[in-house]
């Protein structure tokens, strides 16, 4: 098993900064390829970027190309997602993913089939 917990959302103006925590406990955090998706309101939840346990491959959603990055550091068990230049469609319940994979740098898609763990959610806000 693999606990997620996510941190650091909150209300922000439009064109500001908002950097989310995602803290994992449980099994070997390194093992694990990791990604952000996020669910607004009656919308389905969407992909928006993944990391592999190596943190040397990531994969964006064209949306946030450009604005969002992704790190992570495996000895404190915890992902970040900066999110820059922030944009109103860009609220959303925002949640971490954890899947298994077999190599450092491989990561999982953009399904959320694909991951096995998840977090509660954080809540962005951006206000026009």
């Known amino acids: 098993q693999v606990q997620l917990v996510e941190s650091g959302g909150g209300l922000v103006q439009a064109g500001g900064s908002l950097r989310l925590s995602c803290a994992a406990s449980g099994r070997t955090f390194s093992s694990y390829a990791m990604a952000w998706f996020r669910q607004a309101p009656g919308k389905e939840r969407e992909f928006v970027v993944a990391?592999?346990?190596?943190?040397?491959?990531?994969y964006y959603a064209d949306s946030v190309k450009g604005r969002f990055t992704i790190s992570r550091d495996n000895a404190a068990n915890t992902v970040y997602l900066q999110m820059n230049s922030l944009k109103p469609e860009d609220t959303a319940v925002y949640y971490c993913?954890?899947?298994?994979?077999?190599?450092?740098?491989?990561?999982?898609?953009?399904?959320?089939?694909?991951?096995?763990?998840w977090g509660q959610g954080t809540q962005v806000t951006v206000s026009s």
């Open positions: 993913a954890a899947c298994r994979t077999y190599h450092s740098d491989s990561y999982c898609g953009a399904m959320r089939s694909e991951y096995a763990y």
């Open positions: 990391i592999s346990w190596s943190g040397g491959r990531t």
